[in-house]
């Protein structure tokens, strides 16, 4: 069964460091999407992007987070200048459309944890 | 307003019996989805059920039912015949579609502990 893979699956950072989180989504999937988990709370919107472009942000992807599609298969979140409050766990996922008939679902990978020290 | 509510921060079943994790929602867009996702304590979230606003029929998934109540915004997880390794988190997430884009709100989850 197709799946969003993620690497790094754990990362430890030191502040004020630059972090790379990688994605590569499922293959005929078109929309993709970061979620951020911290510890003991719930999942949190991020960032969208279809087409080569953010569609849609949330609050909490300020001017130190970026999103990219370097090629054709990977996606990428990158986070400038960690902070302490960064520590969560980084969900990529993707679906092959954004609309709400069923089986258009939205897939989730493993996760990324990140630890900023 | 919270968007997604979950109710029962915990609960507990006996293995083989049946449980019910309750989701209520609230939007004023007629056009959403319903997801259900499961995190075991290894952190991965895995999709187990979906159930689009249109829908007719309640989605079921295998041991998986959503008891889909419009007029009610609810949209409970029905889990039959429960197994150990059911044990895990499990979230309510409702879609909306917003221009270009659709995201997913998520609710506070709840822990199901399956005991034999």
């Known amino acids: 069964e197709p799946e969003v893979t993620q690497t790094p699956s754990h990362q430890v950072t030191q502040m004020g460091q630059e972090v790379i989180l990688r994605c590569v989504p499922i293959?005929?999937?078109?929309?993709f999407y970061w979620y951020r988990q911290i510890l003991g709370q719930k999942v949190e919107f991020l960032v969208s992007?279809?087409?080569?472009?953010?569609?849609?942000k949330s609050e909490i992807f300020d001017d130190q987070f970026s999103v990219e599609r370097p090629d054709g298969s990977n996606f990428t979140l990158k986070i400038r200048s960690t902070k302490l409050e960064d520590s969560a766990m980084y969900f990529c996922?993707?679906?092959?459309?954004?609309?709400?008939?069923?089986?258009?679902?939205?897939?989730f990978g493993e996760g990324s944890w990140l630890t900023v020290v | 307003a919270q968007k997604i509510t979950q109710t029962q921060p915990g609960m507990f079943v006996q293995e083989k019996e049946a449980v019910t994790l309750d989701c209520t929602y609230d939007?004023?867009?007629?056009?959403?989805?319903l997801f259900w996702y499961k995190q075991p304590s290894s952190g991965e979230m895995i999709f187990l059920i979906y159930?689009?606003?249109?829908?007719?029929q309640n989605a079921t998934e295998g041991r998986y039912s959503l008891n889909f109540q419009k007029a009610r915004k609810s949209a409970n997880l029905v889990i039959s015949a429960s197994q150990l390794g059911d044990s895990a988190m499990y979230f309510c997430?409702?879609?909306?579609?917003?221009?270009?884009?659709?995201?997913?709100?998520f609710g506070t989850g709840t822990r199901l502990q399956v005991t034999l």
């Open positions: 996922a993707s679906s092959e459309r954004k609309g709400i008939t069923s089986g258009n679902t939205i897939y």
């Open positions: 293959s005929n999937h078109l929309y």
């Open positions: 992007f279809y087409n080569n472009e953010i569609s849609e």
């Open positions: 939007t004023s867009d007629p056009s959403y989805g």
């Open positions: 159930q689009g606003s249109y829908d007719q």
């Open positions: 997430a409702m879609r909306e579609v917003t221009g270009t884009a659709s995201k997913l709100t």
